[in-house]
């Protein structure tokens, strides 16, 4: 028999680690990346000489700016396990309540008929961890308070973990534009070193604006969409949690499923709602 302790070390992973999830990118957020870079890519060759937008230094001061605060401002750890945060905004979506309080249902069902021992020997199907490790308190012998309070301080480790990654891309998106300017006005002060000469002046003042036009790309074609598609992701993961939470709690107690399902369906909008 698994042990509690046990299923709440695998529930320290991510809701989004059941092995439900779909393998792949998420199209729409593919999509949208690559349609705005086309559309900008485009727009900036019809304007003719798209040479001058390419400017390796203008790139080097709105990254190096933005990730150097960061690292400043959070733990180095943070920053380095970045990629994974961001590749989560790339994955599809693949969170279905609804399919869940089928599953939820169908356990509730098996344990008022079959008791411990039925519901024990569905404890190894179970997919999603969150639900697993419910399953497993239950098994174990805990009570319905300490199993609520057990899932409500996974559930919102969860949540705080998400957060915590998508603070320190929200705070690049502000530094990026910041350091675009930084940029510009450094640009400015070597234009003007050489302001003697007209024919330099246009070509150095393209150079310069080119900084701020790649922090506000960076910023909010990036690293803005990316934390709101972040946000949103964990809204869901949040909201599946509860709904499983309250389920685990009817399972326990040996709720009739029909009331579980209602339960579970007051958490959700009307259309991830089962019917």
């Known amino acids: 028999m698994a042990t509690a302790t046990q299923a709440g070390q695998d529930t320290a992973a991510d809701l989004a680690q059941d092995d439900r999830q779909e393998t792949g990118i998420d199209t729409g957020t593919m999509m ?6 086309f559309l900008i890519a485009v727009a900036i060759i019809r304007g003719g000489d798209a040479g001058v937008f ?5 790139a ?3 990254v ?10 959070f733990p180095a750890k943070k920053i380095t396990t970045l990629l994974p945060v961001l590749y989560n905004a790339f994955k599809p979506g693949v969170y279905e309540p609804e399919d869940y309080i089928d599953d939820i ?3 509730a069902s098996k344990y008022r008929s079959g008791g411990m021992k039925q519901l024990e020997n569905e404890e190894s199907k179970v997919d999603n961890r969150f639900l697993r490790s419910g399953i497993a308190m239950i098994v174990d012998g805990y009570n319905a308070k300490e199993i609520y309070e057990l899932m409500d301080r996974e559930l919102n480790s969860m949540l705080d973990r998400h957060n915590s990654g998508q603070k320190v891309l929200r705070f690049m998106s502000v530094q990026a534009p910041v350091f675009g300017m930084a940029g510009t006005l450094i640009g400015l002060v070597q234009m003007l070193m ?3 000469d007209p024919s330099t002046i246009g070509p150095a003042l393209a150079t310069a604006l080119i900084t701020t036009f790649y922090g506000l790309m960076l910023a909010n074609l990036i ?3 990316l934390v709101a598609k972040l946000s949103m992701r ?3 993961e949040g909201v599946l949690g509860r709904a499983i939470r309250v389920g685990i709690i009817g399972i326990h107690d040996r709720v009739n499923p029909q009331k579980i399902q209602r339960n579970m369906n007051a958490l959700l909008p009307p259309s991830q709602q089962r019917e």
């Open 105 to 107: 249902m169908k356990l």
């Open 223 to 225: 690293l803005t969409p």
């Open 60 to 62: 080097l001061i709105v």
């Open 54 to 58: 390419i400017n390796i230094n203008s």
């Open 194 to 196: 050489h302001i003697d």
């Open 32 to 37: 949208g990346v690559l349609a705005g870079v």
């Open 64 to 73: 190096g700016g933005a990730l150097s605060t960061a690292f400043i401002a």
């Open 234 to 236: 964990t809204e869901m």
